[in-house]
């Protein structure tokens, strides 16, 4: 009698275990698939960033250093103004 309530708890014990092995497997297919999309659409954006970068690099140039510009502008202008407050 107790061996039957053991097997049974067992079984139930096995059957919960694959289910659950079942869940991670299926899991990890959609990770695995969510993983190629990302791999995908991150290659085709370096392959248009690249496309870009070849047909305007000039552009590509004041995008990529688009905040040291602005900040060199500003300084230019700040040193404008106090030398025009100097002088005048």
């Given at each position: 009698m107790?061996?039957?309530k053991q097997d049974q708890w067992f079984a139930a014990l096995e059957q919960e275990n694959n289910e659950r092995?079942?869940?991670l497997d299926q899991a990890m297919q959609t990770k695995n698939k969510l993983h190629l999309i990302n791999a995908e659409k991150v290659r085709?954006?370096?392959e248009a960033a690249t496309d870009f970068k070849a047909r305007h690099p000039r552009l590509s140039f004041l995008?990529?250093?688009n905040?040291?510009?602005m900040m060199l502008f500003f300084l230019l202008i700040t040193v404008g103004f106090n030398v025009s407050m100097f002088i005048g």
């Open positions: 107790v061996t039957d092995l079942a869940q085709k954006k370096a995008k990529r250093y905040v040291i510009i």
